[in-house]
């Protein structure tokens, strides 16, 4: 049974920093493509960003680029988000997704994933 889930949420002042993980189990995730997304309350949930699992190439959404990466600790099967300079726009759910690897093609539409996590929430107050 596939199962990824995150932990690292919290409250944090505009400016901080936070580290989201992700903790994959049930497969093996070498040829998947690992993708963090997030839902603010109102709104359709969001591209983050999103590599392979093997290798560093990673797609990121423009309102992310140069404040958030994304890494994976191979061993631990964990996949980190890391998230520096927030802003209060970035407050949302944060969601781990896995679909197999078929290059860039639809990275960012949800629905091309397969597994989720249940999230966590991160907010950044002003």
């Known amino acids: 049974q596939v199962q990824l889930v995150e932990s690292g949420g919290g409250l944090v002042q505009a400016g901080g920093s936070l580290r989201l993980s992700c903790t994959a189990s049930g497969r093996t995730f070498t040829f998947y493509t690992m993708g963090w997304f997030r839902q603010a309350p109102g709104k359709e949930r969001e591209f983050v960003l999103a590599r392979t699992w093997v290798g560093s190439d990673t797609f990121y959404a423009d309102s992310v680029k140069g404040r958030f990466t994304i890494s994976t600790d191979n061993i631990k099967n964990i996949v980190y988000l890391q998230m520096n300079n927030l802003k209060p726009e970035d407050t949302a759910v944060y969601y781990c997704?896995?679909?197999?690897?078929?290059?860039?093609?639809?990275?960012?539409?949800?629905?091309?994933?397969?597994?989720w996590g249940q999230g966590t929430q991160v907010t950044v107050s002003s």
């Open positions: 997704a896995a679909k197999p690897s078929r290059g860039w093609n639809g990275v960012e539409r949800a629905d091309e994933y397969d597994y």
